[in-house]
């Protein structure tokens, strides 16, 4: 009943029982105890819409479903959630990712970060840290933890320290608390954000797993090799090392330099390799992780026509995207050539280790089949981790010291100082390239020995020990021939001592470097830009200029070489190998011939006498110098 639907026609009687005014409030309170139209959901009924909060795994699928081309209503649809919370992913993409490359657990919802900045930066250490032990199965417990916590975080007050001596007092403890003691109260909070779990790792859990190792050996891996029906050329192990490609023994004056040098950067130039072979002996080429996209040393070079498959990340640290660009676009174009060489079908068997940057990830291809090993286990069956890492480094380490003596022999002025400051990230990727032309197929083939004895042949010579032993002994060699300090009387000893550092617990001073913060690369970036010198590449006088050099050679040699048959075998090896410049040039000199006459004409205005008509614009054709 409405207060509208009162009869107009019914009579106000002042002296009734009951008021105008009475009956008028005593229906307004009826109308306010009746239900509303819509009823209630009963107890029964659907319940409310809950929200879903999704992990850090799946924000970073959704936002490369985004880069793919997925529209935001079909990504929306595919994980149960409004477009306009795919859209506030995608404006968050740069947190969500940097909160994936520090966190261990994809699954967590979220990661809560102190507002303490200093504190972030050592959280943020301490967590490579950690992730760093894991990988090489060294022991670790909560009070280790916390005791590497307190150093790093005392390490950047007296680095904070040091900048407000220099001015930046106010900047450099704006947020930092008096004091920080890395209480077990604060390790549980560390813990939550950055998803870690199961740290502890006592006695033999933190050891090699050799219980672990057999049984794989000798059932897992025996039966995935007879479901499957692989064959050795089907069968391939991936592992990823670190790679310091601007280091030499600690004694050499090189490093004594470097270490009294600000910035101290040279030794600290970190690379990520990661390395792939199959257990018939065929190496892949490698996937390389560096700092920088476009590092000035390769400017104008072709990425796809380098030794590695370049990737790249601020701390040239393996994450789990970068796996994935691995996989898809290096590791199956790669096999999927070398089958059809072969003749064989392209059925795949890829064994990895479990290390943080490999687990949950979406390896998902059409007849690859992708098996984790046992955790520690590493060292004791993994292919890679069977001598050939190390024989790679060390014949990296005596490519390197190699191309030092050839530059000195070639140059009366040459200056190891010099030299080393030009050795830029061209000459390591040259250097990888023939430590990878050294590595044997016999030497990758005998680092299954461990894992699949059934398929290694007994090469004499070509054990992983002792292509690593005779690099050392060239290695010292030639730092002999060098001479200078450090280097004349360098040993073994110190050269696998070098080895050996590759593969050691990262320091603070590695953390420090590998934790700087994006606002400090952004700026170190935008500063190498800057000072960057515009670069054409391969000009048409540049080309000309190479051609002129190539015939200079060829008149010399044919001059001065008594020998005329070896002379004209030289000129004409050089003739067939300059063919591709020298066709370059032609194609250039014919579109500089074809260019419209247009291209070298300018309109100019020219003041003139005034005249009653208006004034005269004339074309004034200049030559292009």
Not at 28 to 38: F, G, I, L, S
Not at 166 to 185: D, H, L, R, V
Not at 391 to 401: D, G, P, V
Request: glycine share 4%; aromatic share 8%; with cysteine.
């Amino acid at each position: 009943m409405l207060i509208a639907d009162w009869p107009k026609s019914r009579p106000i009687v002042a002296n009734a029982k009951k008021s105008f005014a009475t009956e008028l409030l005593e229906l307004v309170q009826t109308c306010c105890k009746m239900p509303p139209k819509r009823c209630a959901r009963s107890a029964g009924g659907d319940a409310k819409k809950t929200r879903r909060i999704l992990t850090i795994k799946e924000k970073i699928d959704i936002l490369d479903m985004l880069k793919e081309g997925r529209s935001y209503a079909d990504v929306g649809r595919q994980y149960g959630i409004n477009e306009s919370s795919v859209r506030t992913i995608r404006d968050d993409e740069k947190k969500i990712r940097q909160s994936s490359l520090m966190a261990f657990n994809k699954a967590a919802k979220r990661m809560v970060t102190p507002r303490n900045k200093r504190l972030m930066k050592m959280e943020a250490a301490l967590s490579l840290w950690v992730q760093d032990c894991r990988k090489k199965s060294i022991a670790l417990d909560t009070n280790t933890i916390r005791t590497k916590a307190q150093q790093l975080y005392n390490r950047l007050e007296d680095t904070e320290e040091g900048d407000a001596d220099e001015g930046n007092a106010a900047s450099a403890s704006a947020s930092a608390p008096a004091t920080f003691t890395a209480s077990k109260g604060w390790f549980e909070k560390f813990q939550r954000r950055y998803g870690l779990k199961s740290v502890s790792l006592h006695g033999e859990a933190a050891s090699a797993d050799t219980g672990a190792a057999e049984n794989f050996v000798q059932r897992t891996f025996k039966e995935l090799i007879a479901e499957g029906g692989y064959l050795p050329e089907q069968v391939f192990n991936m592992d990823e090392t670190g790679l310091f490609w601007k280091r030499m023994p600690s004694r050499t004056f090189l490093m004594q330099d470097e270490a009294k040098a600000p910035g101290f950067k040279a030794m600290k130039d970190r690379v990520t390799l990661i390395m792939c072979g199959n257990a018939a002996g065929f190496l892949l080429k490698p996937g390389l992780i560096y700092k920088s996209q476009n590092p000035r040393a390769l400017k104008n070079r072709n990425k796809n026509a380098l030794p590695v498959y370049w990737m790249h990340n601020a701390k040239a640290w393996i994450t789990k995207p970068l796996t994935r660009d691995w996989f898809h676009h290096c590791f199956i174009p790669q096999v999927e050539v070398y089958l059809a060489r072969k003749g064989l079908d392209f059925k795949v068997l890829l064994l990895m280790d479990n290390a943080g940057g490999h687990d949950h990830l979406d390896h998902e291809h059409d007849g690859v089949q992708v098996e984790f090993l046992p955790p520690n286990t590493t060292s004791l069956i993994q292919p890679m981790d069977q001598g050939i890492i190390r024989a790679f480094k060390a014949l990296y380490t005596r490519n390197s010291l190699g191309s030092i003596v050839e530059a000195m022999d070639a140059d009366d002025n040459f200056t190891l100082k010099a030299y080393w400051r030009q050795y830029t990230i061209a000459s390591c990727l040259k250097n990888i390239q023939n430590a990878l032309t050294d590595m044997k197929t016999q030497t990758m083939n005998a680092c299954w020995r461990k894992l699949w004895p059934e398929v290694v042949h007994d090469y004499k010579g070509f054990a992983p020990e002792e292509i690593q032993d005779a690099a050392v002994q060239t290695s010292v060699k030639l730092a002999q021939a060098l001479g200078g300090e450090g280097f004349v009387d360098m040993t073994p000893e110190e050269v696998n001592g070098l080895l050996d550092e590759h593969g050691l617990p990262l320091t603070d001073k590695d953390l420090e470097e590998l934790t700087r913060s994006a606002s400090e690369e952004e700026e170190e970036a935008e500063a190498e830009q800057a000072e960057e010198e515009e670069d054409v590449g391969l000009t048409l006088e540049r080309l000309a200029e190479l051609n002129r050099a190539t015939s200079n050679v060829q008149r010399m040699v044919e001059l001065w070489d008594p020998n005329m048959t070896r002379s004209i075998q030289f000129n004409a090896s050089l003739d067939n190998i300059f063919a591709p410049y020298r066709s370059m040039l032609a194609q250039k000199k014919k579109r500089r011939q074809q260019l419209p006459m247009t291209m070298f004409v300018t309109k100019t205005k020219r003041s003139v006498t005034p005249s009653p008509a208006a004034s005269i614009v004339e074309m004034v054709i200049e030559e292009d110098p």
